[in-house]
């Protein structure tokens, strides 16, 4: 799971897309991604699952098992 620091937020698979429970997500913190708050943005960005660190679209490419894509 991203580096959360808090319990709120939602928990989404960065595989399937899909919403897991917080137990799931405990389970697999590398495939696992915190959402928190709307999208306020414009555009496409890519996050990694694994840091929680904003990544390129080629790196998201590459690693699209551990990479979520946020749509503005």
């Known amino acids: 799971m991203a580096r959360s620091g808090g319990s709120k937020g939602s928990t989404r698979s960065a ?16 495939t696992t991604v915190v959402e928190r708050g ?3 943005g414009s555009g496409t ?3 990694s699952a694994i840091s929680g660190k904003y990544v390129t679209k080629g790196t998201a490419q590459r690693h699209p098992n551990t990479t979520v894509t946020e749509n503005g």
């Open 38 to 40: 709307g999208n306020k």
């Open 15 to 30: 595989i399937t897309g899909r919403y897991v429970s917080k137990a799931t997500a405990a389970r697999h913190p590398r």
């Open 45 to 47: 960005s890519y996050r």
